[in-house]
């Protein structure tokens, strides 16, 4: 027991140092690398239309499933908002800290009843009063998709549906790829209402963590692409484009089949970018599968997310969103779920958070166990959307507040889109 409290409190002393500076503080670029990408990150192979179900009481499991223990900030009161901090801050939190009443009683409190906890914890070594980070590593509930439509087409040399498109001829894959209407409808697209342009005309589909469902239509429609974007949850971003498909599904009988030409729409929880648009194809049996006019549209900056029960609505953060909160002295936690944006996500964890801390006793105006404010924002590597990174924190900031950009780490560039701050109700 004894051992269990000196151990907590060597951590709540490591937790207090001060950082050389705000920025080594953010994001934990190498847990955020080893996170595994969610199962599906676009349409299987042979899928002509995918649901993705959203599944609010998964998210919220998801979100609480990343508080390991009690977390506090290490401030002990309410802090400046901006990073710039003078000696006197760091003085604050490095000469003060390390006898602050309610994280004091805390640590004793919580290294008894839990030392399981603790062990189980990944490798800040305790549950206890340290500020938690997490990870999520299982799969992502809320982007499983369901009720994929594959008839009997998975069958040897099964017709395979839809195949709107002209039957260009010759039958070859240069004459598809050369076939000007393709590029002349993806060119002259114009963006539906709502959405801005991102990508024109590019040979490849996207391929992210932000997965939201696949339709196929009969012509190249923008505009019945956008609604089925404006009518699916989490949706802000979508991908039309033209796939030259096998007309059966090939196999030893029927290796290379006459193609059909499918006009694809693809949806996703978060913004669309050229970065994304990696998908140049396949290989089924001997048939090649190729993809002209992709085009991309998105409305990321300009969708406010709903506010998560027991939150006021949100503050944009940056200029469109493209800044984060990093006020590491008054952080509580941070936690990162691979695929769509989702601030219910953290929501959640906060709430979660909270709750375990609550169980050691706060009150007033400011404290460093209770989160009173959270910051959601997509994160982005070299472009490509990862998933909602949520920082936790004890006092309320407004928008102006985040002046947070990632920017280059070693050869990645990381950046911010869709970064919302909540305040408790
Ligand atoms: C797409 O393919 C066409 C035909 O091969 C080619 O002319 C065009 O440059 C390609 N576009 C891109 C963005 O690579
Ligand atoms: C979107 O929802 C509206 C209203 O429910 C419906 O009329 C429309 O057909 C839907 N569009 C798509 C593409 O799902
Ligand atoms: C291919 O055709 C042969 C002869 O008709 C038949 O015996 C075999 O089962 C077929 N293979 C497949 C995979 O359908
Ligand atoms: C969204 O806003 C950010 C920051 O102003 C900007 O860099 C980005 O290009 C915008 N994205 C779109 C799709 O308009």
New binding site residues.
Partial sequence: MRQAVLLAGIAAIAAASPAPSPVSQGIDFAAINAAPSPSVTGPPISASTQSVVYNTASVVAEGSAAVTGVASASATASQAAHSKRTWWDFGWSWGIQPQPSPSKSTTTSQAQPAPTTSKSSSSQGSGSTTTSKSVATSTIAQSEPTDTVIPTVSEACATQPDGYGPKVQPDTVVAFEAYAPFHQAAQSAKAPAGY???FVDLNASVTANTYLGLQTFTSYDVTSCSEYCDNTTLCT?FNIFVERDPSVNPSDNCTNPASIINYKCTLWGS?V?AASATNVGQTRDQFQVVIAGSDGF?K???TTPASPPGWQAPQQC?????AGHNHPSTCIGTSFFPGPYNPLLCASYAAAQNAINAKSGYSGSYNPLKCNFFNSYMLKKNGSPLGTYCGLYAQQYSGNDADYLPGWQRSDFW?I?SSWGFSIL
């Fill in positions: 801005v342009s991102t971003g913004g970018d998105t990321v900056n300009t940056g200029s469109h969103g493209s950046s889109e």
